[in-house]
């Protein structure tokens, strides 16, 4: 009678352990291992900005791009700008 309801608990605590320490997909540039992924992360960025803001100029983009790059932490990039 006690197995069932262990076995259950050890379920849940698993599944929720999963989820806190599973590892978030990389978001910046300097977060993937392969430099080449990483740049076909940003060129994928870049087209749907300008899929979404057909009309923006390169300072809208500009500005996005920064924006992005803060509200990700992405430290490493904005060193570079």
């Known amino acids: 009678m006690r ?3 262990v076995i ?3 379920i849940v605590i698993g599944v929720i352990l999963s989820l ?7 978001i910046c540039p300097e ?3 392969d430099k080449e992924r990483g ?3 940003t ?5 749907k900005f300008y899929r979404d803001n057909p009309d923006a100029s390169e300072e ?3 500005t996005a791009r920064i924006n992005f790059l803060i509200e ?3 430290d490493k990039t904005l060193d570079r700008y």
Not at 20 to 26: G, L
Not at 43 to 47: A, F, K
């Open 60 to 62: 809208d983009f500009y």
């Open 20 to 26: 806190i320490f599973t590892p978030q997909n990389p």
């Open 43 to 47: 060129i994928e960025w870049i087209d």
């Open 31 to 33: 977060d993937f291992k």
């Open 72 to 74: 990700n932490d992405c």
């Open 3 to 5: 197995t069932p309801l």
């Open 8 to 10: 259950g608990i050890l």
């Open 39 to 41: 740049g076909i992360s």
